[in-house]
Each structure stands twice: as C-alpha cells, then as structure tokens.
C-alpha cells in the first residue's frame, strides 16, 4: 500500500500516514483512481486540532477491518480543511443536504466525479444510539453503489445542481443605512444570554466578527461588546495560565470547552480588546486581557523561524495517555512539567495576516513598552516570512510546512487578511514598505476580478486561483459570503482596500470595498450572526473617517516631555487610522502615493498632531488638550 500522506504540508494528513486506509490526498489522481476501479468515493475532511478527528482517526481509521473495508470498496481521500478551505466549503454545503449536524470531521461519500450522495460527521466503530457504526455505514453505501447506482448519480447531480442554484442568488442591495446597522445591532441584544453572556443557545462560540461589528457602534451596541467579551475572558473559555481563548464551549456559562486554540480566534479577540482599552471604562479589564492574548500569540504560537501556528491541539499525554483538555485544567506550576499540546505547525498566510494586524494594532497602543516591543517583533518577523515563503512570482499561496510550500492556491481570504495585516504594521512601524506590498496584494485581487469577470458581478475581488480540482470536478462554487469564525475574504479585502482608502491611495480603493460590501448588503442586515465582519466593515464606511498623523521627531532624545504627551494623547484616540512617523517616514508614504502623509512636518522640531476627517484637515497642534479637543467631539458624539 502506497503512503501518500506521508511527505504532505499538513499535519493533519502526516497524522494519518500510518494508517491501514490506503490514503490519497486531495487532487484529481483520487477521482480518477476511482473511476478505474469503478468505485465511490470517501472524502474524510478535519484538522490537526479537532479531538474528534483524533477519536474517529483511533477507533476507526486505524481499524485494520474497518481499513480493509475502505479499501475494498472505496478510494479514500483525507483533506485538511484549513489547507484547502474551497474543498471543506464545499462539501460543507452538499452535506448540509443530508445532516443538520455539520461539523468536523466530516465524512462525505461521493461519485467518482466528486458529486455528493451522502454525508454524515463522526462515525464511531460501534453504534451509539441513533448514530450508526461505521463499517455499518460502509457496508451500506458500498451495497447501494452496486444495486441502486442510478439513485445515487440523481441524487448527487441534485445537490450539486441546488448548490449551483444558491450560489448564484443575489444578495446584493444597498449599503444599509445608520438606522438598519442599529436594528440588526439590537436583534443581537436581544438574542444576548443576560446571565452568561454570549448569544442564542449551546454550544458558545467567542465569535469575534460579532463583537467588532457591536464594537464599530457607540452607544448600547458597544457596551454590549464589552459586557460580552469581558464575560467570557473571566469564564473557563479562557485560558488563565497561558492568555488563549479557547475553540468553543458547549455549556452555555461558558464551561467545558473545546480545548483547541485557534490563531484567527485569539488573533481577532486581541485586536477587540486594544480597541476595547479606548472605550469608556474598559481600560481596566481590556489592558490586562490584550496583554494576555499577545503574550499567548508572541510565545505559545510562535513559530521559531517567524510566524505563528495555526491551532494549538486539544489534547496532550499525562500519565502516558491522550487526554482532552487535561493540560489545561493544570496549573501553571504542574503544566511546566509536562509537555504541551503539540502545535499545528501550517503557516497560513491569511491567518498569520490576522495575528500581524492584532499584535500591530496591540503594539501602536503602547500599553506596556517590553510586551509592545515583543509583538512588534513577532508581527514583522511573520510579515517577512509569509512574504518570502508563499508569495511566489507575485502569486500568494496558502500554507506553508517547515518551508516548503503546499499547493494549494491563497484564497480570497489570504489575500485580504494578509493585506490588512501588512497595513497595520505599517501604521505601527511607520515602514511604509509593508503598505506597498498590501497595495500590490488587492491590486492583483481588482485586477483578477476585472479580468475574470467577477467585477461585472459586482464582485470587485478575486483569490489568486481556483482549486483546481474542484475546476476540474466542475464543483469550483463562489465563496460563501456568510461568515464564521473569521470574516469572510470579500470582507477582508473590502477591509484592507478601505484602509488604503484612508490612508490616501486613491479612491478607487473605497469604491471597491463599498461593492464588496454591496454585494452582500441584501442579507447581512438580517443575519447579523453570519455577517459580523462584513457588518463592520459597513459601520466604518458609514462612520466619519478621522484620520490621525503625527510627525514626531526621529531623535527620541532630543522629543520634549509636550512632545512625549501628544503621542500618548495620539494612542489613546479612537480615530479610524492612526500613524506616528518621523519626518523622513512621512515623505516616503507621500512619495509612494499615500495622500495622507503629504506635506506633514514635525513644525519647529517638535512633535505635531495633524487630524483630518476624510482628508480636510484642521490646523496642525503640538498640545495633547488640543489634539483631545479636536478628536473627541467627532468620535463621541
């Protein structure tokens, strides 16, 4: 039996290599291998941090009779979802046609030309109450291909005929107006569980999207986001040892979580709570609680050669044996003598863009000059690794494994996550390189939306590539544009090219987050759940666009105590994009097309605050009470 997961980028198929099932990767050689043979398909999808990936792969895949079973009578392919998102969404969608119960992993029987026939998630090796064993499941499926193959073909043509069908619904409309964002703000207040805290039943998820849409509005809807998230970092979700939020938990106080820790989870829920230290009254909680989540991604998450893992595994070895959760329940004395739940070690290029925006944003704040300076490390180092390993000949990839670099392509998530990481480091370093490389990153996104018709939809953006198998497999649907844990990529990108709006690159950058975020106008009022992000990207576009450069010195010896003031005054400001530049910074921005840093001097050599609201700028102020006097009234009122 060839060992085809063997040598894989994912951690999640290395795990699988020793199986009996005889594995094949995703790509077209599965599919066709089952058209020689003449069989179906098993598409088995997880990751390397699910603990029911890890139960289903003990009890079943490494069943010698149940491996047999697969082997005789399927060709199996196992798939890392968050290595191949497109092919996960996919066959999320076709399996939502026979269980309600989606999840991961999840377990997909198809034609040897990829159509869904059946679908289902963990199957144990022996039946437990209504849920099926799974060489039960098996046996069945193999018997219908051979007596009822008629049915399944219809039925798989069906589902995919339906998903074509729903893929091209319009949902498109005009950008909600202030009134409609506070409506869909108060269907979330209303679904607010008042005793715990989170929203709608068990199982809870952080689900970060939501809180940044409530947190974009002032008012009730951003109190909420604070009583929120405040709940959960003092609730068993989080962790108090190492500062990571955990997957999700299944008891609605927040109590027995999934212990898994996610990188685009805590990435978001730190840049919540450094927005959070600029609300009113949350400093006190929000500082501590951003503090505790940088320091987990600067040191738990940390690749030593740059970067940050993907998740963190739920479960670890005590006492010689594999527990779920059991690490985390011990205190921070026991735990170091133990050894951590392995890391999955995958670079994801959009995920890795979502900690680089976070720990950028944490270190701008400057509320703790060693943890500031740690992360801001952290972010340049993953910055330039992402950039040197996966964007290849101006082409950006996915993922990436001790250097070398998976096939598969970026999705449209890489790119706008990515991109509006490197913006945020720019604003925080005052390197004005990191913007040039977001710029280029939607400019080939306009460009291939352009070129591959995408725009005459009205879909300004577009990934790098199509999976090509699913191209092949004619199963290649447009991204789903609800969102789960992590905002969608038309979202992300509509997020970075209005950054670059505001920072003066040019309008047409607005435009196209303003189509992006049309596109989904339609529906996303009335689902605030599934649209979170894109909802705060809408607030943003709605909000006034306060823009803040201050020109400091380059000499920090030589700054006054005044000057010293005003870019602290300058930190503690809500505004919608923040720069402090020395005077040389704001020439090369200028010169690299960034408008907003045109003509801005350090008057007198002294530190000075220029503050603009959609590039009509007040007069230049060097006092930290003048500065708060220009700003406050804007943001608060």
Known sequence: MANRLQGAVSPYLRGHAENPVDWYPWGPEAFAAARERDVPVLVSIGYATCHWCHVMARQSFSNPAIAAQLNRDFVAVKVDREEHPGVDGSYLAAASAFTRELGWPLTVFTTPEGRTFYAGTYFPPTAVGATPAFGEVLAAVAEAWRSRRGELLAMGEEVANALAGAAAATTGGALPSDAELGEAARSLAAEEDREYGGFGPAPRFPVPTVLSFLGELPGEARTLAARTLQRMAASPLFDPVDGGFFRYATKRDWSEPHYERMLPDNAQLLGLAVAATRWPGSIGWAAPLANDLARFLTTTMALPGGGFASAQDSESVLDGRRDEGGYYRLDAEARAAVRAPALDEKLLSGWNGLAIGALSAFAERGLEESAAAAALTAAREAAAVVLERQLLDGVLRRASLDGVVSEAPATLEDVGMLAGGLIRLALATGERSWASRARELIDRALHDAETGGEAARGIPFAPPALDPTLDVLGLALPDDPAEGAAPSGLTSCADAALLL????????????????????????????????????????????????????????????????????????????????????????????????????????????????????????????????ALVRPTIEG
Not at 505 to 530: D, F, L, Q, T
Not at 563 to 592: C, H, K, W
């Open 501 to 628: 709006a505001q920072l003066g690159a040019g309008e047409r950058y607005r435009e196209a987050a303003e189509r992006a975020m049309a596109s989904v106008a339609g529906i996303a009022p009335g689902r605030p759940i599934a649209f979170g992000g894109a909802l705060a990207v809408m607030a943003r576009l709605r909000a006034p666009e306060v823009q803040l450069v201050v020109v400091a010195p380059a000499d920090e010896a030589s700054a006054d105590a005044a000057s010293a003031s005003l870019v602290e005054e300058a930190r503690r400001q809500p505004v919608a994009v923040r720069a402090i530049v020395t005077p040389a910074q704001a020439q090369e921005f200028a010169e690299s097309g960034f408008e907003l840093f045109a003509a801005r001097e350090a008057l007198d050599g002294r530190a000075t605050a220029f503050r603009c609201e959609h590039f009509v700028c007040a007069l230049p102020v060097q006092e930290p009470e003048a500065l708060a």
